[in-house]
């Protein structure tokens, strides 16, 4: 259960990120009631991913990752610059990372499609399908 999917969802990736707003774009988000739901299913093993930055390119480029919710994923950022990650979560969160290689961890706790972007440059450089 590694990342093997990746690859195949190349197509599907693009198809989607053509009826996603990159960034700011309001997704009809009820109000964000973390009501008491007792997820938190520790069965999940975490998802780990290497996220490369060079200049203005990273790697992955938008690709979609599944993820548990509740489960932590794993990032391992190796960037010759420093800068942030935005993840498009509710509530949304930021990773910020040095140059160098780092590591974080983020959990998503509400299932759908979460991008997580860079803004300097404006890329997508995940799309975590939460479920
Ligand atoms: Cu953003």
Do not use: K, W
Not at 28 to 40: K, L, N, R, V, Y
Not at 90 to 117: C, L
């Amino acid at each position: 259960m590694s990342g093997r999917g990746l690859a195949r969802l190349a197509p599907l990736v693009l198809v989607l990120a053509a009826g996603l707003t990159a960034c700011g774009g309001n997704d009809a988000d009820p109000p964000a009631t973390s009501s008491s739901s007792p997820s938190s299913s520790s069965d999940g093993d975490s998802v780990a991913l290497d996220v490369t930055r060079e200049g203005d390119t990273f790697t992955p480029n938008g690709e979609r990752v599944e993820l548990g919710v509740g489960q932590t994923l794993t990032l391992t950022i190796t960037a010759d610059t420093a800068g942030e990650l935005h993840v498009h979560s509710t509530p949304e969160q930021e990773i910020s990372y040095d140059a160098g290689t780092s590591e974080h961890e983020i959990t998503i706790d509400r299932p759908g499609v979460v991008e997580v972007e860079s803004h300097e440059p404006d890329t997508v450089v995940l799309q975590l399908e939460v479920r």
